[in-house]
């Protein structure tokens, strides 16, 4: 089945700790993005990604880093520099970077400090 | 960003048609209108997205208003499968990258 998978679905940081969240897709897509959601809120753009080896920020990322050496994955790693990583963190893809795609979403990463 | 405006929450009984309303009076000639919903603990699902002509596809109908400055999502027999928060989304010229997701609209479905 062609999709987008997360893993893993639950995560613990130590103070201090970076962490890292796979994201992998095998739909062919160029684009992917990372999101935050916070309890109640709406999401919040991260990073994205418009082509293998070229990727940029969203509106909140102080304290996470990404790579895109690969088509089909997009690591986000939360830093210790992130004072506040307590989230739900959503991994999308779609066809290409264009107002008239969709996006396809993973089932989330629900991170938590220890 | 383009912003929305939706109801905090709506209620409906099952087997019966759902209007969600959305606003988005500042919409530009080129945005698309597009609607996510999303279940609890998962990740947001396409429902439906379109540019100024209605849509229609085996989730939900997508009714644009002439002006472009409102829509409607319709779901025609709600189910208890649809209890979802909606998300109205407008998707400008640079792509998915500047889409807001809002709160949305609470659907819950009485049965």
Redesign the interface.
Known sequence: DGGIT?SPKYLFRKEGQNVTLSCEQNLNHD?M?W?RQDP??????IY?S?IVNDF?K?DIAEGYSVSREKKESFPLTVTSAQKNPTA?Y?C?S?R?????????????T?LSVL | DAKTTQPNSMESNEEEPVHLPCNHSTISG???I?W?RQLP??????VI?G?TSNVNNRMASLAIAEDRKSSTLILHRATLRDAAVY?CIL???????N??????TRLTVIP
């Open positions: 997360q684009a993005y999101y109640g809120q709406g999401l919040r753009l994205y418009q940029q969203g739900f959503l999308a779609s290409k970077d264009s107002p008239n795609e969709k996006l396809f979403f993973g089932s989330g629900q | 080129t945005d698309y597009h996510y603990s998962q990740g947001p699902e396409y997205h540019l998300y998707c400008d010229q640079t792509g998915a990258n889409l807001f997701f809002g709160t949305g």
